[in-house]
């Protein structure tokens, strides 16, 4: 998503409360009458002596199938008129023969306009450009032993620690030594290094522990040019065209439907083989373009929300939004997510401006994904870009949390009040020095539930403790959107030098990963990548987005402190509590005035918190630019960070508390048994 969509965005979130929107308009009232269908063959299925199609299109007048041999250009082998089924809203057509090979497209006419044709919107393989359906064997794009590929096991979701990447971001540059560069593929190459011999690729992910990585949009997208891969066009991907396949561009033969099917489920068993997780990240929040959208195109109206004149509405901040609370479409989205979870083996999904979908729909969206597998985690952007017909309650927000089930959303509230204001480059952060934070960073640490000493009315973001557990909230410093954290850093600290914008990097990132509910990094800050200070980069050439891996080379203290922090939390279980209730009994903040010590917090984990093998933890974050001293009790404490390093094994000394300084923007983490 754009930085426009997220700009507004904060605002909508904040200002839920007094949004006057009604509940649905007049113009989208028709719809509730219309039949819904919800049957496994929708669309096209092939069986052991014919192809048969059923298309959901309530109020066409007539439907055409055409069959074809190529997935564009040719002239149709057949054309069928579909027969109506006006108790299920559905027109069918039986072709005989099992049709591999063979293309298909709808073409649907209402009040008296023939549309253009579509491939409908439930294509689960397509030609080039998404253009064509295609009709394909799906037991042949299964990788060797396929039917035993497992992803890793979540028993809580605060275990899990988020990587999001772009595909062409994480392998695109020479240094990255991969082969299939921008491909699915390069996920699944073994052994590949910088030209100074350090691990790239997927030996790079699992050097640096990560559990899952979350990958930007995957399935089809509109905007890269399938049939002109020489150009390098880029795109973030939140452009969808056919949710149900996946993208083109990163296969290696666009033109043939079956490759990329195989090639991202070679993918995800090579992460799988690796012990990481694959997160899918979904935007059916709306399409990529509006009247030609294959929603509109099968059942016009339907899909979308509009205003009383029949405007599209536009919460997406893209063009339009879709009606998740409508029936047929919130059916959609429960058996899209299912399909890439049985069919790709999927293992969690990242909804898009989650909060265009009604909370309604997220519910039955991860009460049917865990009956699949109870490790997959759902969770999602808490917040709209626009206004939305949709009632503010009935809205998947950030605020409206808690009235739902196995859905966590991002902390905008840790991530503006470490670094800075998204929207404003030069802003400093709790970690860079801005006094005022304090709280905020708190309201993070505690993952926004119930604490007996935060005070939620002095929160930047949120006024009150909106989940009820620490699995609700995912905590971060920066993402794909806006600056990434080097570029963020230098931005706000001008005058600062490199190695210094790096201990603040380390502090911020230390504060997220120590911090109660599940944490998440942006692909490369590990290695302190930028993007030459451009904050939106969706269509940005290679230049500006692509991974330099020789950074890595040269950043290669601050990756083993991000590989020590990754392990620090996978081995302590206080970092990662499952229960508001245990967080505010063993989570103690010490008492700090932060108007005369501002930049300053510290606080305990305490008695075994989660089954600890520590009997306490002691953590410090000094975010500001001169040294300050907190006093620690008397002990036997082990040193776990300080200064800039950090040792999940704990043995970079010991101490026995007392006066302790802290050096500028930095952490101090100590523990005793
Ligand atoms: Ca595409």
């Known amino acids: 998503m754009t930085i426009y969509s997220r700009r507004l965005a904060a605002i909508l979130s904040s200002a839920m409360i007094l949004t006057s929107a009604m509940a649905q308009s007049n113009f989208d009232a028709r719809f509730d009458s219309y039949p819904t269908y919800n049957g496994e063959d929708l669309e096209m299925t092939v069986r052991p002596t014919s192809t048969d199609f059923r298309l959901w299109s309530p109020e066409a007048t007539k439907v055409?199938?055409?069959?074809?041999?190529?997935?564009?250009?040719?002239?149709?082998?057949?054309?069928?008129?579909?027969?109506?089924?006006?108790?299920?809203?559905?027109?069918?057509?039986?072709?005989?023969?099992?049709?591999?090979?063979?293309?298909?497209?709808?073409?649907?006419?209402?009040?008296?306009?023939?549309?253009?044709?579509?491939?409908?919107?439930?294509?689960?393989?397509?030609?080039?450009?998404?253009?064509?359906?295609?009709?394909?064997?799906?037991?042949?794009?299964?990788?060797?032993?396929?039917?035993?590929d497992k992803g890793p096991?979540?028993?809580?979701?605060?275990?899990?620690?988020?990587?999001?990447?772009?595909?062409?971001?994480?392998?695109?540059?020479?240094?990255?030594?991969?082969?299939?560069?921008?491909?699915?593929?390069?996920?699944?190459?073994?052994?590949?290094?910088?030209?100074?011999?350090?691990?790239?690729?997927?030996?790079?992910?699992?050097?640096?522990?990560?559990?899952h990585v979350h990958i930007l949009p995957s399935y089809d997208y509109n905007s890269?040019?399938?049939?002109?891969?020489?150009?390098?066009?880029?795109?973030?991907?939140?452009?969808?065209?056919?949710?149900?396949?996946?993208e083109g561009s990163y296969s290696t033969n666009p033109s043939d439907p079956a490759t990329r099917v195989r090639e991202m489920k070679e993918m995800v068993k090579a992460l799988h083989d690796a012990g990481i997780g694959v997160v899918m990240d979904v935007v059916y929040n709306h399409t990529a373009t509006?009247?030609?959208?294959?929603f509109e195109l099968t059942a016009p109206g339907?899909?979308?929300?509009?205003?009383?004149?029949?405007?599209?509405?536009?919460?997406?901040?893209?063009?339009?939004?879709?009606?998740?609370?409508?029936?047929?479409?919130?059916?959609?989205?429960?058996?899209?997510?299912?399909?890439?979870?049985?069919?790709?083996?999927?293992?969690?999904?990242?909804?898009?401006?989650?909060?265009?979908?009604?909370?309604?729909?997220?519910?039955?969206?991860?009460?049917?994904?865990?009956?699949?597998?109870?490790?997959?985690?759902?969770?999602?952007?808490?917040?709209?870009?626009?206004?939305s017909p949709l009632a503010p309650e009935r809205r998947a927000l950030k605020e409206n949390v808690s009235s739902m089930?196995?859905?966590?959303?991002?902390?905008?509230?840790?991530?503006?009040?470490?670094?800075?204001?998204?929207?404003?480059?030069?802003?400093?952060?709790?970690?860079?020095?801005?006094?005022?934070?304090?709280?905020?960073?708190?309201?993070?640490?505690?993952?926004?539930?119930?604490?007996?000493?935060?005070?939620?009315?002095?929160?930047?973001?949120?006024?009150?403790?909106?989940?009820?557990?620490?699995?609700?909230?995912?905590?971060?410093?920066?993402?794909?959107?806006?600056?990434?954290?080097?570029?963020?850093?230098?931005?706000?600290?001008?005058?600062?030098?490199?190695?210094?914008r790096q201990a603040a990097a380390k502090l911020a990132q230390t504060i997220v990963f120590t911090s109660q509910g599940t944490p998440f990094m942006f692909a490369g800050e590990e290695v302190f990548r930028d993007k030459k200070g451009v904050h939106n980069s969706y269509k940005s050439p290679d230049e500006i987005n692509a991974i330099d891996w020789n950074l890595k080379e040269q950043n290669r203290a601050l990756f083993d402190y991000y590989k020590e922090l990754i392990a620090l939390r996978k081995a302590h279980p206080a970092f990662r509590m499952t229960s508001a209730d245990q967080i505010a009994r063993h989570l103690v903040f010490d008492k700090i005035d932060s108007s005369k010590t501002p930049n300053l917090i510290s606080y305990s984990l305490k008695d075994h918190a989660n089954g600890d093998s520590w009997k306490e933890i002691k953590v410090v974050f000094n975010g500001a630019d001169k040294p300050q001293t907190v006093t620690i009790p008397k002990g036997n404490w082990k040193i776990v960070a300080v200064d800039g390093r950090i040792s999940s094994a704990a043995d970079l000394g010991a101490t026995t508390g007392g006066r302790t300084t802290l050096a500028p923007y930095s952490a101090l983490i100590l523990a005793r048994d």
């Open 290 to 294: 509006n009247d030609d959208s294959n």
């Open 153 to 211: 096991e979540v028993k809580n979701f605060s275990d899990v620690v988020l990587y999001e990447m772009h595909h062409r971001d994480f392998s695109i540059d020479p240094s990255s030594g991969i082969a299939n560069k921008g491909k699915f593929l390069a996920l699944t190459e073994k052994g590949t290094t910088t030209p100074g011999g350090m691990k790239t690729g997927i030996d790079h992910l699992k050097e640096l522990g990560v559990t």
């Open 405 to 500: 089930t196995d859905i966590a959303v991002f902390s905008d509230d840790i991530r503006d009040a470490i670094k800075g204001h998204y929207t404003a480059a030069e802003d400093r952060g709790f970690a860079t020095g801005k006094p005022g934070l304090e709280e905020t960073v708190k309201i993070g640490i505690v993952a926004a539930t119930p604490h007996p000493q935060v005070d939620f009315s002095k929160g930047n973001n949120s006024k009150f403790p909106y989940a009820k557990s620490p699995e609700m909230i995912v905590n971060y410093v920066s993402c794909h959107d806006d600056l990434t954290l080097t570029d963020k850093l230098r931005k706000s600290m001008p005058a600062e030098s490199d190695s210094l």
């Open 64 to 148: 055409v199938l055409r069959i074809y041999p190529t997935g564009r250009l040719s002239e149709p082998e057949k054309v069928v008129d579909m027969t109506r089924e006006a108790s299920t809203g559905t027109w069918t057509a039986s072709v005989p023969g099992q049709l591999y090979g063979k293309f298909y497209t709808f073409q649907v006419t209402q009040d008296g306009k023939t549309l253009a044709e579509t491939p409908g919107v439930w294509a689960k393989a397509v030609g080039v450009n998404g253009e064509r359906a295609a009709i394909i064997d799906f037991s042949l794009t299964d990788p060797a032993g396929w039917s035993d």
């Open 302 to 387: 339907y899909y979308h929300r509009h205003w009383d004149d029949g405007r599209y509405s536009d919460a997406s901040g893209c063009g339009n939004e879709t009606a998740s609370d409508r029936q047929q479409m919130r059916d959609y989205i429960i058996n899209s997510v299912k399909y890439w979870a049985d069919e790709y083996h999927i293992d969690g999904f990242r909804f898009d401006l989650m909060a265009i979908h009604d909370t309604e729909t997220m519910n039955q969206v991860a009460a049917e994904l865990k009956k699949i597998n109870p490790s997959i985690f759902v969770y999602g952007e808490g917040w709209t870009a626009g206004d």
């Open 224 to 246: 890269v040019d399938e049939l002109n891969l020489q150009e390098n066009g880029y795109n973030w991907g939140y452009d969808p065209l056919n949710y149900n396949a996946p």
